[in-house]
């Protein structure tokens, strides 16, 4: 089983300011096929980020995505009020698909 | 727009059988470009994926769940659904059913997307 481990795991940022969240495996991710999502509280997950780097319909360009191998991260360039929330990487290049642990994106 | 929605009891007494049903509105789940899959989500943790079930009908379980899961699906009803057996406290949590796009190798795995708003099970006598 892949262990996603994400980092940090509470980034507090002001609005405006770049968020760099991280997400290692414990061993390779086939062919980069890893996701992202952000969940807010009492909602469910909302994809953002697919095969490392594409965004998902309806995305806004501030958020990215790159990585392969083993260290994947999600960037959002500005972050905006509306992005304080909880993300968490997903690998489906093997089964069991896993999600990592969180990161928690909190108004600093 | 392609919806989820679970139903099912949100209380199961200890040693009882979990069952949740996942009806999709606005497409298909007899799509070949997808899987149909149950994720859950313990109070205050982070995300478990269950298992999923294919167009075919052919599922995909997490083995830390194997023995204790079956997805089936009715096509006629265009739903498909989740029994997870012999259920403790630690199996409260809150259930998502989500389309699982076909994006791995070969067409396996995948990511998920959309997703429905989730439902809590408890687990209590």
């Known amino acids: 089983e892949i262990v996603l481990t994400q980092s940090p795991g509470t980034l507090s940022l002001s609005p405006g300011e770049r968020a760099t969240l991280s997400c290692r495996a414990s061993?390779?991710?086939?062919?980069?096929?890893l996701a992202w999502y952000q969940q807010k509280p009492g909602q469910a997950p909302r994809l953002l980020i697919y095969?490392?780097?594409s965004r998902a319909t309806g995305i806004p360009d501030r958020f990215s995505g790159s990585g392969s191998g083993t260290d994947f991260t999600l960037t959002i360039s500005r972050v905006e009020p509306e992005d304080f929330a909880v993300y968490y990487c997903?690998?489906?290049?093997?089964?069991?698909?896993?999600f990592g642990q969180g990161t928690k994106l909190e108004i600093k | 727009q392609l919806q989820l929605q679970e139903s099912g009891p949100g209380l199961v007494k200890p040693s009882e059988t979990l069952s949740l049903t996942c009806t999709v509105s606005?497409?298909?789940?007899?799509?070949?470009?997808?899987?149909w899959g149950w994720i859950r989500q313990p109070p205050g943790k982070g995300l478990e994926w269950i298992g999923s079930?294919?167009?075919?009908?052919?599922?995909y379980y997490n083995l830390s769940l194997k023995s204790r899961v079956t997805i089936y699906a009715d096509t006629s009803k265009n739903q498909f659904s989740l029994k997870l057996s012999s259920v403790t406290a630690a199996d409260t949590a809150v259930y998502y059913c989500?389309?699982?796009?076909?994006?791995?190798?070969?067409?396996?795995?995948?990511?998920?997307?959309?997703w429905g708003q989730g439902t809590l099970v408890t687990v209590s006598s």
């Open positions: 989500a389309r699982h796009v076909r994006g791995g190798a070969a067409g396996t795995g995948g990511w998920f997307d959309p």
């Open positions: 606005g497409g298909s789940i007899s799509s070949s470009q997808y899987y």
């Open positions: 079930i294919s167009d075919s009908g052919s599922t």
């Open positions: 061993q390779s991710v086939s062919g980069s096929y």
């Open positions: 095969a490392a780097s």
């Open positions: 997903q690998q489906y290049g093997s089964s069991p698909y896993t």
